[in-house]
């Protein structure tokens, strides 16, 4: 995937404009005439700069932050000609999967059907292959002999794609997948829309046979290799960033038909984004998805929302709760398996930041006291061994999982590792340079708050 109007006579420096916190997103979803890439519609971006007015409007890639993932760019207000929206068609088509999601339904029927030791999967291509596709891929590298199991484990059998600001394809550790599975079962939830968790998907399919299994999941997610080990029941070509569902309406009915399973009943959605994202439009596209499930009929849902799950580093709370004021944080660590920092930690940093977002009680979220979570009866909710209660601020302060101190010039807790700086008035590390603080917001020059939560920025 890649390339653009870059390739089709585009003009503008994307990296440029969006570097070091120059764009900023204009709309949190795609605009009624934002122009498609080959993710779909493509998202409005400002840019902006220190003390200045916005600057020009323009249109790129909602899901790739980097050029060579997708170098789609389009001035907001710039007239492109007829001949440049042919060829920009034409490379989009063009760079769309070579095989259908039926078809690639049809093609894992008929390899199924091989004896095991015709089973070859093109680890170069990512791709399984039918006996009259071998010659074709004869210089490249190949597992032969692929099992039922292996089938079933389609996040063991491809290449994680590891572009953080993309795909960022780290997969839940087995720790964290049956805890999350186990926790879904115990709330008496029995569907799961998997929303970018390939791995949670798997589980719960793998386990589907089972007779006294009643747990069902549907994946959405922008890998279409998927597609080749699902049916379209069982997952759907989706761009979480702009709310796109690549097999069009068929694809968004399928998504519909599941929500609205017994009345909407039991359902939660599951979400594991690229950390890298764009939080504003992730919460635009979840908040399609709930709207979604609330066109069931029935009563009472009017005033509910749809459960949810996002999973998403401790630091970016603020920016959730500022789009779900209803959501609260649990201490649950979530690990990963193919991620160095993030992976499951006794001590101090080596501690995953990876949290669980979520819009139900806290209280009835039970965490495994085997790994160090006790129960606070006054914050009535599950907390890290290192997370203690603090009088003053009448809560378990901590987010990181070592114990943070209470401030009494801030007013709050803070981490362990800072002090107060009184030419800064606030608490900061003691190698910090005080200068720096003076320096105010990226986009309107003032102090107290940062480019991300910019009042210019969300009146654009």
């Known amino acids: ?46 840019k902006t700069s220190q003390g200045k007015e916005e600057g020009r409007r323009f249109y790129a890639c909602s899901a790739c932050r980097d050029r060579k993932d997708c170098n789609f760019f389009q001035w ?17 088509r063009n760079h769309q999967p070579p095989f259908t999601h039926r078809q690639n339904v049809e093609r894992c029927k008929n390899f199924v059907r091989l004896p095991l030791p015709e089973r070859r999967f093109c680890q170069e291509c990512q791709q399984l292959l039918l006996p009259a596709e071998w010659e074709k891929h004869s210089d490249h590298q190949i597992l032969c002999g692929i099992s039922t199991a292996q089938l079933q484990s389609p996040s063991q059998l491809l290449y994680p794609l590891e572009n953080k600001k993309t795909n960022a394809q780290y997969l839940f550790a087995d720790r964290s997948c049956r805890f999350l599975l186990d926790l879904i ?20 399919q793998s386990k589907a046979s089972q007779e006294d299994f009643r747990v069902r999941s549907l994946l959405l997610d922008i890998d279409f290799r998927y597609s080749q080990f699902y049916t379209e029941d069982e997952f759907c070509h989706y761009n979480m960033f702009n709310h796109h569902f690549f097999g069009g309406e068929a694809a968004q009915e399928t998504c519909r038909k599941f929500l609205h399973q017994d009345n909407g009943e039991r359902v939660i959605m ?6 890298g994202g764009l ?22 849902h009017n005033n509910q929302e749809m459960p949810m799950f996002w999973i998403f580093p401790y630091f970016f709370e603020s920016r959730i709760l500022e789009y779900f004021p209803s959501f609260s944080m649990l201490d649950y660590q979530v690990d990963y398996d193919n991620h160095a920092l993030y992976k499951h930690g006794k001590t101090g940093r080596r501690q995953s930041p990876v949290r669980i977002f979520t819009n139900l009680t806290p209280s009835l979220i039970v965490l495994p006291v085997e790994e160090g979570y006790r129960f ?17 601020c ?19 807790c803070v981490k362990p590792s800072w002090f107060h700086c009184n030419n800064c008035n606030c608490c900061a590390l003691q190698s910090h340079a005080c200068e720096k603080t003076d320096a105010g917001c990226f986009v309107c020059g003032k102090a107290g708050h940062k480019r991300s939560s910019c009042p210019s920025l969300s009146r654009a």
């Open 1 to 46: 995937e890649g390339g653009g109007d870059m390739a089709a006579g585009g003009t503008g420096h994307l990296e440029d404009l969006c570097a070091s916190g120059a764009g900023g997103l204009a709309l949190p979803g795609p605009a009624p005439s934002a122009p498609c890439c080959p993710h779909g519609p493509t998202l409005l971006f400002v």
């Open 270 to 275: 599951v979400t594991d984004p690229p950390f």
């Open 76 to 92: 907001e207000d710039e007239k492109v000609s007829e001949t440049r929206l042919v060829a920009r068609e034409e490379y989009n």
């Open 376 to 392: 606070c009866s006054v914050c009535q909710r599950y907390v890290s061994s290192g997370n203690q209660h603090c009088e003053i």
């Open 279 to 300: 939080v504003e439009a992730l919460a635009s596209s979840f908040k399609k998805l709930m709207a979604m499930w609330k066109e069931t009929e029935k009563e009472g």
């Open 185 to 204: 079962i115990d709330l008496g939830f029995r569907r799961v829309l998997s929303v970018g968790t390939p791995r949670l998907h798997e589980m719960i």
């Open 394 to 412: 009448n809560s378990c302060t901590s987010k990181d999982g070592r114990r943070w101190k209470h401030c009494v010039l801030c007013k709050k």
